[in-house]
């Protein structure tokens, strides 16, 4: 049984329990009781975990206090959604009990576990219980009293993980929706996934992720430092494609390009000719292929200098930040060309690309934050998975960060509505966060999984209504929630109705839509607008 553990081992642990959360990715996201295809729990945990191992892999032999701060700084920025941002102030809680120390014993993990519950329950607003909160208190108090029995890292982290078990089978009696839907929360899931793989690699039974076509590991993402230009053979990639004007035989070309370089493909069919290789003399190439016809298109790229861009750009460790113009400025999340069109429009000086199918990291809304010219910058997350990722920016950046909580994009929208770039910051944050009790809003997706969720049988496929957070109701018949919808935004006597169609949705069957309201609500102004969304075929705002 082990005792204690070092920085390697702390390293092991870590890229174990995010191997497992990977594999198990799918059966956390189906542990979701409302079946709404969005950024899943288990997708959000693993993309946070990971970033973490990615990192990891990067250092060898490290320190635990380094192997524990690399961590917890990966997925600090790396965290996606309500789940991976609570990943990662457990482990940013864990980081601090271990600095400055060389080996963990069963106490101080202990202690780690504690400490990662308290800086996760310190950030969280209004906890709840039945959550992955609960079953992380509860293995922690658990690990404290078995290290009062025994110090070895191994014992201690048992009896965490069997506290943990018991504290995950609870949850669903703590959570009124998971207990009708008969399934455990899936944050809380996920954190025992992690504990258990973390105890296989205590055990030297690290746990592995597989890779598709390969026994082997391999990286996330090519280390360009891996190797120096030196190793580069040949300097150019050359491509260019030839419109076909004789009856050339191409194999000639295909073997004269092959003296020049390596990585050469050539396709050919009675129009035309593709090249790619790679050379160190491009016009020997492109002189040669000109007796075949005439070029269509040509691009030639210096690999050296391509290698030595992307190795400085990997090795900047903090973002630049623009400088000041300004005192205000306003980042918005959001997913759709049509919608960034209006978000833009409105005055917002950066957009985040995400939402509704892939909750936006940390760091990626730190990226958008710091590109901004301005000393102060607002955040509209416009997603209620979002918003905890975004208040983690502040503490990132030497920019103040105003996190305006809008859990929807017509919420965003009147929020923006409501910025006065002449205005004080209290008088923006005051009436942008007003703003938001003033929109209803719509949507309607499909069902991505079976479900019986508040009163109603979903089944795969189904058309899904939902008003604000709630689910308003289910058809095999859009146009029956269409109509639905509007009779509700009647019967609340609102005046404006903007109704932004997704990608999957054409003009015509928009504006069919835009009738339904039109005819059912004669007193109110309808617009349509293109947002070309992802997954939400309409998103509506009724004011």
């Known amino acids: 049984m082990r005792q204690t553990i070092n920085g390697a081992d702390f390293r092991r642990l870590v890229i174990s329990a995010a191997a ?15 079946p709404v295809p969005d950024g899943d729990t288990g997708t959000n945990m693993s993309m946070t975990i990971n970033s973490a191992a990615a990192d990891l892999r990067k250092v060898e032999d490290p320190t635990l206090e380094k192997a524990a701060k690399t961590a917890a700084s990966a997925m600090l920025r790396g965290a996606r959604g309500n789940s991976g941002v609570i990943l990662s102030l457990l482990m940013r809680g864990i980081s ?23 800086a996760a329950y ?51 009696n703590q959570n009124p929706v998971l207990k009708k839907a008969g399934v455990v929360d899936a944050g809380g899931k996920g954190w025992l996934v992690a504990l258990e793989a973390m105890l296989c690699a205590l055990r030297g039974e690290d746990i592995v992720a597989p890779v598709a076509g390969s026994d082997t590991e391999v990286k996330e993402a090519a280390d360009f430092s891996d190797f120096d230009t030196e190793d580069i053979t040949f300097t150019y990639c050359t491509e260019f494609i030839i419109q076909r004007e004789n009856d050339l035989d191409p194999d000639k070309l295909r073997e004269f390009l092959s003296s020049l370089g390596d990585s050469l493909v050539l396709v050919d069919d009675e129009e035309i000719i593709k090249v790619h290789v790679h050379t160190n003399d491009p016009g020997k190439a492109l002189h040669e292929a000109m007796d075949y016809g005439s070029f269509v298109t040509v691009k030639i790229e210096n690999m050296r200098l391509q290698h030595t861009e992307k190795v400085m750009t990997e090795n900047e460790k903090a973002p630049k930040i623009a400088a000041p113009e300004k005192p205000f400025g306003v980042v918005s999340v959001c997913a759709g060309g049509g919608l960034a069109d209006v978000f833009t429009n409105l005055g917002v000086d950066g957009i985040i690309s995400g939402g509704q199918t892939m909750n936006p990291s940390t760091q990626d809304i730190l990226t958008a934050v710091n590109q901004v010219p301005a000393e102060t910058v607002f955040v509209l997350p416009n997603n209620k998975n979002i918003i905890m990722a975004a208040q983690q920016v502040d503490a990132l950046t030497e920019k103040n960060v105003v996190v305006i909580g809008s859990k929807t994009v017509p919420q965003g929208i009147t929020a923006m509505l409501s910025f006065n770039p002449e205005g004080t910051l209290e008088e923006n944050e005051e009436a942008m966060t007003e703003a938001l009790s003033t929109v209803d809003t719509m949507q309607i997706t499909y069902a991505a999984r079976n479900s019986d969720f508040d009163g109603f049988d979903i089944h795969e496929g189904d058309y899904m209504a939902l008003y604000g957070s709630s689910l308003f109701g289910t058809s095999k018949d859009i146009k029956v929630l269409l109509r639905a919808l509007a009779e509700k935004v009647r019967d609340e006597e609102k005046e404006y109705i903007t109704i932004y169609y997704g990608e999957d949705i054409k003009e015509r069957h928009a504006q069919k839509a835009a009738d339904i309201f039109a005819q059912v609500c004669p007193g109110a102004d309808v617009n349509l607008l293109y947002g070309g969304q992802p997954v939400y075929y309409y998103m509506i705002s009724a004011e």
């Open 122 to 172: 310190k950030a969280v607003m209004k906890p709840a219980e039945g959550t992955i909160l609960t079953v992380a208190r509860l293995a922690a108090a658990k690990a404290q009293q078995a290290a009062q029995e025994n110090n070895y890292i191994e014992f201690v982290h048992e009896a965490a993980i069997e506290e943990a078990k018991v504290a995950l089978a609870n949850t669903v």
């Open 20 to 34: 497992s959360i990977e594999i198990n990715k799918q059966q956390l996201n189906e542990l979701n009781v409302f």
């Open 96 to 118: 601090k009990e271990l600095k400055g120390v060389e080996t963990c014993d069963g106490v101080l993990w202990a202690k780690a576990l504690q400490g990662g519950v308290d």
